[in-house]
């Protein structure tokens, strides 16, 4: 992964992905729906913050477990860097959700499980810096954070994948608001949606990388 | 003085009418203004990318001079 980190060709994929979504995201054609009606653009940028956070905890959890096997640094950099850079997309996600959802819903907080459980989520991701924060001893620190990241994510899950789900949630794909899910259907929105994901993940992998390699130049210039 | 007015105002009106048929580039005029909107994202968005470029190529120097990328 640290090799893959100092190459260029993907963060000009990303570059040219992201281009490509905003360009089109903003003037191809959508189908045109009551109440949201150009705001539906808005799931070319929003969702993706999600799909990113989501990809971010992943790779983080993955580098949680490889640091409980293997107790190297690189993979605690990994983990907590993945970690705060989905904890950034994360935020973003909520904040342009507030937003959207105050022109279609009616105000910005709606009390929408999906809503609810990614502020949950957030918090439980926000804890893990705190834990982090509150131990002096590095190998202690990493150990702990580690495990409690493995929770972290196995909390995410049910939070944003399967309560809204069970649950009356506005958003697409849970019960009610049915006239929505119509974009789901929509090829011409998958061929913005699907790059917009994919661009935007590496971008999150991009920043994370930087991250990492900074904290591994630190570490090399504390033991020289 | 009524002629003189409604000359004038007729006037008006022809200049008025003679000026939104002037053809100009007016692309970014045009669809609600949406292409500003493309543009202003697009400034953002290479400004962005600008400083993550050159961070990375700052951060690959430091890892060069350190010896940090032979770990």
Same mark, same amino acid.
């Given at each position: 992964?640290?090799?893959?980190?100092?190459?260029?060709?993907?963060?000009?994929?990303?570059?040219?992905?992201?281009?490509?979504?905003?360009? &089109?995201? *903003?003037?191809?054609?959508?189908?045109?729906?009551?109440?949201?009606?150009?705001?539906?653009? &808005?799931?070319?940028?929003?969702?993706?913050?999600?799909?990113?956070?989501?990809?971010?905890?992943? =790779?983080?959890?993955?580098?949680?477990?490889?640091?409980?096997?293997?107790?190297?640094?690189?993979?605690? =950099?990994?983990?907590?860097?993945?970690?705060?850079? $989905?904890?950034?997309?994360?935020?973003?996600?909520?904040?342009? $959700?507030? *937003?959207?959802?105050?022109?279609?819903? #009616?105000?910005?907080?709606?009390?929408?499980?999906?809503?609810?459980?990614?502020?949950?989520?957030?918090?439980?991701?926000?804890?893990?810096?705190?834990?982090?924060?509150?131990?002096?001893?590095?190998?202690?620190? &990493?150990?702990?954070?580690?495990?409690?990241?493995?929770?972290? =994510?196995?909390?995410?899950?049910?939070?944003?994948?399967?309560?809204?789900?069970?649950? +009356?949630? @506005?958003?697409? #794909?849970?019960? #009610?608001?049915? $006239?929505?899910?119509?974009? +789901?259907? +929509?090829?011409? @929105?998958?061929?913005? =949606?699907?790059?917009?994901?994919?661009?935007?993940?590496?971008? #999150?992998?991009?920043? &994370?990388?930087?991250?990492?390699?900074?904290?591994?130049?630190?570490?090399?210039?504390? +033991?020289? | 003085?009524?002629?003189?007015?409604?000359?004038?105002?007729?006037?008006?009106?022809?200049?008025?009418?003679?000026?939104?048929?002037? %053809?100009?580039?007016?692309?970014? /005029?045009? %669809?609600?203004?949406?292409?500003?909107?493309?543009?202003?994202?697009?400034?953002?968005?290479?400004?962005?990318?600008?400083?993550?470029? /050159?961070?990375? /190529?700052?951060?690959? /120097?430091? %890892?060069?001079?350190?010896?940090?990328?032979?770990?």
């Amino acid at each position: 992964m640290s090799s893959f980190f100092k190459k260029f060709w993907w963060k000009y994929l990303c570059v040219a992905l992201l281009i490509y979504t905003t360009v &089109a995201g *903003l003037l191809v054609s959508v189908p045109r729906l009551a109440i949201v009606n150009e705001t539906i653009r &808005a799931l070319y940028f929003h969702v993706p913050m999600w799909f990113g956070m989501v990809a971010m905890f992943g =790779f983080s959890i993955y580098y949680s477990i490889e640091y409980l096997r293997k107790q190297n640094s690189l993979s605690d =950099f990994m983990a907590v860097e993945f970690a705060n850079t $989905g904890l950034l997309l994360g935020i973003l996600g909520i904040l342009t $959700g507030m *937003l959207w959802a105050n022109y279609t819903w #009616g105000s910005p907080w709606h009390g929408d499980p999906k809503q609810n459980g990614a502020a949950i989520a957030l918090l439980v991701y926000l804890a893990y810096f705190v834990l982090r924060g509150s131990l002096d001893n590095i190998e202690q620190r &990493a150990r702990l954070s580690a495990v409690y990241n493995i929770f972290a =994510f196995a909390a995410m899950i049910p939070l944003i994948f399967i309560i809204p789900r069970l649950q +009356d949630s @506005m958003h697409p #794909g849970s019960g #009610g608001n049915p $006239g929505f899910n119509v974009y +789901d259907l +929509d090829s011409r @929105m998958r061929l913005v =949606f699907y790059p917009a994901v994919i661009g935007w993940i590496l971008l #999150g992998v991009w920043v &994370a990388s930087l991250q990492v390699r900074t904290r591994q130049i630190k570490q090399h210039l504390e +033991d020289v | 003085m009524k002629k003189l007015l409604a000359l004038l105002l007729c006037l008006n009106s022809l200049t008025a009418a003679a000026q939104s048929e002037v %053809e100009m580039a007016d692309v970014m /005029r045009a %669809e609600g203004k949406i292409y500003v909107v493309v543009g202003i994202i697009l400034i953002i968005l290479f400004g962005l990318f600008f400083y993550l470029f /050159r961070l990375d /190529r700052k951060i690959t /120097r430091l %890892e060069s001079q350190t010896g940090s990328n032979k770990s």
